[in-house]
């Protein structure tokens, strides 16, 4: 079965700095997909940036960039230049490569910046 | 991109109600549906699995009498929650997906809180 653990409930950071929050993972299926989720306060599920298990290099959308390691099933999120409105609920998810198969969360990280 | 549209976004009823949460693709055929709910502060759990035309896919300890997902097209799917008590009050979020690989991120819908009085 999948899984994936996020083991920081919480990190803080001041504005500017980098911020790296982790994700490890696990599946029998070699063919999968990682992502990251932002959920402010309002709920919404906002997408971020997405990493392929076949994919050589590692994936960077403007400030967010993701440290995937394969060898050690982790895929942790960079984000770079943090401002106050990355302050939010972070979320690692996987999903197997089978069409119809679900986005399968880790417990999540909140961020909180400060200025 | 693809969007999904959830509605309504927030619904008080008192206990022992059904209360119905609509899930809408708006610019894609949703061949499947995802049902998650979340509590405060806690991650989203995968609910249900919903395909177009068949009974929805049930994760473990989910009562399928409570919550009851319908799938009756490719646009729409509904969670029906049935005879709401308190302990049902919690943040429901759809999700959809058509016929593609694993390296396309699933787009939401807003969620629905429910709050259960």
């Known amino acids: 079965a999948q899984k994936i653990t996020q083991t920081q409930p919480g990190m803080f950071v001041q504005e500017k700095e980098a911020v790296t929050l982790d994700c490890t993972y696990d599946?029998?299926?070699?063919?999968?997909?990682l992502f990251w989720y932002k959920q402010p306060s309002s709920g919404e599920m906002i997408f971020l940036i997405y990493?392929?298990?076949?994919?050589?290099q590692n994936a960077t959308e403007g400030r967010y960039s993701l440290n995937f390691q394969k060898a050690r099933k982790s895929a942790n999120l960079v984000i770079s230049a943090s401002q106050l409105g990355d302050s939010a609920m972070y979320f690692c998810?996987?999903?197997?490569?089978?069409?119809?198969?679900?986005?399968?969360f880790g417990k999540g990280t909140t961020l909180s910046v400060s200025s | 991109g693809a969007v999904v549209s959830q509605h309504p976004s927030r619904v008080i009823c008192k206990s022992g109600t059904s209360v119905k949460i609509e899930c809408r693709s708006l610019?894609?055929?949703?061949?499947?549906m995802f049902w998650y709910r979340q509590f405060p502060k806690k991650s989203l759990m995968l609910m249900a699995t919903?395909?177009?035309?068949?009974?929805?896919?049930?994760e473990q300890g989910v009562e399928k009498d409570k919550f009851l997902i319908n799938h009756a097209s490719l646009t729409l799917s509904t969670l029906t929650v049935t005879s709401a008590h308190p302990e049902d009050s919690s943040f429901y979020i759809c999700?959809?997906?058509?016929?593609?690989?694993?390296?396309?991120?699933?787009?939401f819908g807003n969620g629905t809180r429910l709050t259960v009085t």
């Open positions: 999700s959809a997906s058509n016929r593609d690989t694993s390296n396309s991120p699933l787009p």
């Open positions: 599946t029998s299926d070699p063919s999968y997909g």
């Open positions: 990493q392929g298990s076949y994919d050589q």
């Open positions: 998810a996987m999903r197997e490569a089978q069409a119809g198969t679900a986005l399968i």
């Open positions: 610019d894609f055929q949703a061949t499947t």
């Open positions: 919903s395909n177009e035309g068949s009974k929805a896919t049930y």
